[in-house]
């Protein structure tokens, strides 16, 4: 496929009007958590126009999940942030893009932020992104803390340093959640490929027509060079989930369900890490 017709395909896949139904049950000790400051952390390489723009319009729909299920009302605003990396070459290996001069802001407000990412690196060091994103960003002792690493690569080492048992360390002992949109290849326990699995090893499959099944037994079968223990085992050790960057590239259905399924777990990751209500909530989302 060329690259108009992937984003093309990337694109429409977020114009359907689609219904979200997330059950939220929060641990039975979880604090009471309301608000949500989730980072997005993506690669600036020259293939990633498309999850560049798919993130943008995903954002505001994950806002309206957080919120329907009890996080981010009133004062107790839910904060988002970007961090670009790779840009310019191996100099480059973390760089905050604000909006109107914030570097945390509201869900409205990312795609000014987003506007100014760049298709023009080819170095891609998602650790140092994540230290640089540790070292630059204060966040709310009271708020459910997420990373979201979106690249198409494995790593390029840019910071001898940086190791991914260093790396998960500074992710749990933060208490941060780390979801990675990676290319690496899922399977359920009855071998059928699978949109990503959550820590818990439940597999996400497309269901033909925009929404998702979910299956026990999921696990990473593939991917690209080192992405498997460089993203994928670290964003499942910190109770996030790890996606196939591939099925969002399909377009179409498949990539209705994608985004639907990366708004499911990441409903139930902040839910069962900072409590929330315990109602079966549904939400028509714009995607």
């Not at 009471?32 to 993130?55: L, P, Y």
């Not at 196939?244 to 839910?271: M, T, W």
Request: proline letters at 1%.
């Amino acid at each position: 496929m060329n690259k108009l017709a992937f984003f093309a395909g990337i694109l429409s896949a977020t114009t359907s009007v689609l219904a979200l139904t997330l059950t939220v049950t929060p641990k039975a000790n979880a604090a009471n958590v309301k608000a949500v400051d989730t980072v997005v952390i993506i690669d600036e390489s020259g293939s990633m126009g498309g999850e560049q723009s798919w993130i943008q319009q995903v954002i505001p729909n994950l806002e309206s999940a957080f919120k329907a299920a009890g996080f981010g009302a009133g004062a107790d605003s839910n904060n988002y942030g970007l961090v670009g990396f790779g840009a310019g070459g191996s100099g480059n290996l973390g760089r905050t893009l604000t909006a109107n001069g914030n570097q945390l802001f509201g869900a409205g407000d990312f795609a000014t932020a987003a506007s100014n990412l760049v298709t023009s690196g080819g170095f891609e060091d998602g650790y140092s992104a994540i230290d640089y994103t540790f070292n630059n960003y204060n966040f709310r002792s009271g708020a459910v803390k997420n990373f979201i690493i979106v690249t198409d690569e494995d790593r390029d080492n840019g910071n001898n340093a940086l190791t991914s048992q260093n790396i998960l360390n500074r992710l749990q002992n933060s208490g941060t959640l780390l979801n990675a949109v990676v290319s690496a290849s899922f399977q359920d326990g009855n071998g059928n490929i699978s949109l990503g699995i959550d820590s818990k090893g439940t597999a996400y499959l497309a269901d033909g027509s925009g929404g998702f099944n979910k299956n026990a037994g999921g696990t990473a079968i593939s991917g690209f060079g080192t992405t498997i223990p460089d993203y994928v085992n670290v964003a499942l050790s910190t109770g996030g989930a790890a996606w196939d960057l591939s099925q969002l590239r399909q377009g179409g259905n498949i990539a209705q369900s994608f985004s639907n399924g990366f708004i499911d777990i990441k409903v139930q990751e902040v839910v069962n890490t900072g409590g929330g209500g315990t109602e079966e909530v549904t939400e028509t989302l714009t995607i």
